[in-house]
């Protein structure tokens, strides 16, 4: 099982970023997709999911509104779009295959700053 994410970097508050999960060795369009995050310091955050067909799609309070999560099962890939950042959206972000983040990829590291 192979996940890895791409499309962090710095940027400003307000602004937007997209991130990608790329994933392989499993059944993609057969599992529930998560998105993970861990501020400096901090622990693990669920930030959001989605299910098989796209048709259930939830967030963390934190970022609802913001965030909307997609895939395509086509491509194996899973992807966050991210607008209105703030300071306190810094962290480093792993797409997961359960909720706790216990199967997710090395992530990708989003700094929110001036």
């Known amino acids: 099982v192979q996940l890895v994410e791409s499309g962090g970097g710095l940027v400003q508050p307000g602004g937007s970023l997209r991130l990608s999960c790329a994933t392989s060795?499993?059944?993609?369009?057969?599992?529930?997709m998560y998105w993970v995050r861990q501020a400096p310091g901090k622990g693990l955050e669920w930030v959001a999911e989605?299910?098989?067909?796209?048709?259930?799609?939830r967030y963390a309070d934190s970022v609802k509104g913001r965030f909307t999560v997609s895939r395509d099962n086509a491509k194996n890939t899973l992807y966050l779009e991210m607008s209105n950042l703030t300071p306190e959206d810094t962290a480093l972000y792993y797409c997961?295959?359960?909720?706790?983040?216990?199967?997710r990829g090395q992530g990708t590291l989003v700094t929110v700053s001036l």
């Open positions: 997961a295959r359960d909720s706790k983040g216990t199967l």
């Open positions: 060795g499993f059944t993609f369009n057969h599992y529930w």
């Open positions: 989605i299910n098989v067909g796209s048709t259930s799609r």
